[in-house]
């Protein structure tokens, strides 16, 4: 796969059988650290794109394998901090019993906040957080109304998740 000379690059078929080669090591490895196979092919298809816009430079490495598998498990990592941060989040708004009128109160304040931090969101990653988490809709239904793949609504939602997940940890920083 490596040329000797450096200003050739990886070509698409040449690209194509690294990732024949190397994807079922990259699902393994990101399984290994999320432990779901789904949100792992999300974190593999994260690295291949990104693999892919380094296709100019693969060769200067000494191996694009390696290479592939810290960037997945870098990927895994993140998703799994994102995750934590989600899931604080909700543990912040659920109600554990009948709340009284302060916990009501608390509790609209921070469903407030959570439709602030959507509303920082780009109109698709809106649409597809209400769809997916509001409306109750599967990724199924989801990718049959905007005309799209399970896949690419998975890869999709996960991305919006991760980027509320940035924009609540900046705020929360800037409220300190």
């Not at 993140?78 to 009948?98: A, F, G, Y």
Request: proline share 3%.
């Amino acid at each position: 796969m490596c040329h000797n000379d450096k200003s050739q690059f990886m070509h698409r078929s040449e690209f194509e059988s690294f990732v024949v080669s190397v994807r079922p090591l990259l699902i393994a490895r990101a399984s290994s650290v999320v432990g779901d196979t789904d949100t792992a092919a999300d974190i593999v298809q994260d690295c291949l794109l990104k693999l892919w816009s380094m296709r100019m430079s693969l060769d200067d490495y000494d191996s694009p394998e390696a290479l592939a598998v810290t960037i997945v498990h870098r990927l895994a990592l993140n998703t799994l901090r994102s995750k934590k941060t989600v899931l604080e989040i909700r543990d912040d708004i659920m109600p554990d019993s009948q709340p009284s009128p302060e916990q009501m109160a608390i509790d609209a304040e921070s469903a407030d906040q959570v439709h602030a931090l959507l509303a920082m969101l780009p109109d698709a990653q809106q649409s597809l957080i209400t769809m997916r988490h509001v409306e109750g809709l599967s990724n199924a239904e989801i990718a049959q109304i905007v005309g799209s793949t399970e896949g690419a609504v998975r890869t999709a939602l996960s991305r919006a998740r991760n980027h509320i997940a940035e924009i609540f940890l900046k705020y929360q920083l800037s409220n300190k």
